[in-house]
Each structure stands twice: as C-alpha cells, then as structure tokens.
C-alpha cells in the first residue's frame, strides 16, 4: 500500500509544471518547489497526505526558507516616530536567529544604519543594516555600479511587490554578500553580510557570515523597517540600548 501510495505521489507531482526560474536563481528554484508541492497536495487525496506525513516523506518539503516568515508579518501597530539606531537594533535582534549578540552599533549620520555581531556557535559574524527612502527608484546609477563589482543577481519581485536584489563582492569584507529590498512605498533596506568584524584599528578580523541571502532577505522583509517605526521600537531601544556606541 505504501509503495502504491508513493508511486501514485510521484505520478502526480511529475506531470506538474518545472518550478519558474527567476534572477535570484537559487531562492526562485525553492520557492518554486514549495508551491509546486503545496498546490499537489492540497488537491490531492486527504488519506495520502496523511500517510506521508505519517512517514515522514514530506518533511523536507514542508520546511520554510530558514528565519523567513512567510506568513502573519507583523502589523504596523500603534502610532509610528522617527526611527532611532537604537530602535532599529531592536527590531534587528527580533528578527534573527537564536544566537548570542553583541558589538553594537548605530549612527544617524547621514542615514540610518545599524551593527550587530550574531554568534550562532561558529564565533561572531558582523551585520550592518541600513534604512532609508529611495527618491530616484529602485537601485540608482551609483548604487548599481557599486554592487556591479561583484556578481549580482536581481531585481527579484516578491509577491508583496518588493524588488531584491544580491550582490557578492569578493573584495570586501564588511559587505561580502549584500541584500538590498526597494518596497513599493520607495523604502529600502540594506542588509550586509559581512565576512570580518569591524575595524578595531589595526585590521578587519576574519569572521564567517552567519546569515544567508534568503534569511537575510526575510530580515529585510519585515514591514516595520522604515525612516518611521512604532513608538514601542523606539521605547525599547532607549531601554535597551541607553549609549549606542556609534558605527564608524
């Protein structure tokens, strides 16, 4: 019964469509098998499903992309403020997996940005994020050429309408691999990943990346990053982080 079961599953996942190929090929592949195995299964028998949940055959495809949230993004509650460094770290650490922080770091100065170490158990990797508002449209001339030094892949849109795009830059440690998110309103966010630590004058230390493009895609995906947050962000932040050492 189980080897009938099995056979008829491949059967019908076969005759679907290949999963889209989009600019950021790896994400889009999948996507792509997501959502060709969640519309089979849907439509298909309720007594097969179970019995393949039942033996584990679907385990893997029902996992989400690692730290993307998918479903149930936060609202927009209560009334939104100008964004503060130390509300945006805040709102960072929320959004990152389980590890150990530290290094922390904002400034204002010219944009907002903030710095943060994640150890996930292989030793602190460092992460700036910056927020700001695209007046000119997604990836101006001088953005472009700068993330063209490496090997970008994108603009990607998302089913929310935003557009990402990634760039890895060989040739530089603090943002090794960038993610950059233009939503529909013209607000961007940046998030690099780096591959040093942060300049301790002398050197930049080795240090391995400890998020990957598609989880740092979902970091910047939440709805809350803007030049305005929720006044609670902000709150917490001036609680959390009184004396924001400032990012240099």
Excluded at 47 to 61: E, Y
Excluded at 123 to 144: F, I, Q, S
Excluded at 190 to 211: H, K, M, R, S, Y
Excluded at 215 to 239: F, H, K, N, T, Y
Aim: proline share 8%; with cysteine.
């Amino acid at each position: 019964m189980e080897l009938e079961l099995r056979s008829r599953l491949a059967d019908e996942l076969s005759a679907g469509p290949e999963p889209p190929i989009g600019d950021l090929v790896a994400a889009s592949i999948r996507r792509g098998r997501r959502l060709r195995v969640t519309r089979r299964l849907r439509h298909g028998a309720a007594a097969l499903l179970a019995v393949l949940v039942a033996t584990g055959l679907v385990s893997g495809w029902a996992v989400l992309r690692p730290g993307a949230a998918q479903v149930g993004a936060p609202a927009l509650a209560g009334p939104l403020v100008p964004a503060t460094p130390a509300g945006l770290l805040v709102l960072l650490e929320s959004l990152l997996p389980e590890g150990v922080t530290s290094g922390y770091a904002g400034s204002a100065d010219g944009g907002l940005m903030v710095q943060v170490y994640l150890d996930t158990g292989r030793g602190p990797g460092m992460l700036r994020v910056a927020v700001g508002r695209d007046t000119n449209g997604p990836l101006g001339a001088d953005e472009r050429a700068k993330l063209s030094q490496g090997a970008v892949t994108g603009p990607f849109r998302r089913p929310d309408g935003a557009e990402v795009t990634v760039a890895y830059l060989p040739d530089n440690c603090v943002q090794r691999t960038v993610v950059v998110l233009h939503r529909p309103d013209r607000v961007v966010v940046q998030v690099n990943i780096a591959a040093c630590l942060a300049w301790d004058g002398t050197a930049n230390a080795e240090a391995p990346q400890v998020l990957t493009a598609v989880q740092a895609e979902a970091v910047a995906a939440d709805p809350r990053w803007g030049v305005m947050i929720p006044r609670s962000l902000v709150d917490a932040g001036a609680a959390r982080h009184p004396t924001l050492p400032e990012l240099t």
